[in-house]
Every structure is written in C-alpha cells, then in structure tokens.
C-alpha cells in the first residue's frame, strides 16, 4: 500500500483521509485494466466502488439496479452479473 494524501468525502458528506493506495490489475471477465484504489477505515455496504475515472476508460455501463455490469469488448458486448450471494447478504 501507497500512503497518500488523499481525503474521501462519503455519502454522508464527511470527510476522512485514507490509509493508503493500492494499485492492481482487476479483471471483470475478459478484460483487465489497471486500477487504484483508495482505503479507508469505515463501515459501508460495499467492498469497493468503481469510480468515474474507471467506467469510461472500461467503456462500460454499472446498473446497480439490475445487478450487472455491461462493457465492450471490440465490436461485442459482454453482461457480466452480480454475484447473487452479496446481492442477498445486503438486502
């Protein structure tokens, strides 16, 4: 992990530094594109968040309603689903 400086703003608008940046290669299917992520010390419901940075460079639509998300790979599309089991545990 990377320390840094960077402060995160919740869903709550409080502001909070992080511990660190951990940049990996992450893998949705057929494609892997490089990412940062941010951690911090805090409860949410989710594991981690895509940002806006990330969903155009992947070329792909995230539909937190429909669980799934939809990206092109080439001239073809590819639905990849939410894995049903957090789907549960958080509902």
């Not at 530094?17 to 949410?44: H, M, Q, R």
């Not at 895509?50 to 995230?62: H, K, Q, T, Y």
């Amino acid at each position: 992990m990377t320390k840094t400086d960077m402060m995160l703003k919740d869903f709550e608008d409080n502001v909070s530094p992080t511990k660190g940046a951990v940049c990996v290669e992450l893998t949705i299917d057929s494609k892997t594109l490089p990412i940062t992520f941010f951690v911090i010390n805090g409860k949410c419901v989710y594991n981690l968040l895509l940002g806006r940075d990330w969903i155009p460079a992947n070329c792909c639509v995230p539909s937190t309603m429909h669980q799934c998300l939809v990206q092109w790979v080439g001239d073809k599309i590819e639905v990849v689903p939410g894995d049903s089991y957090y789907i549960i545990a958080s509902a």
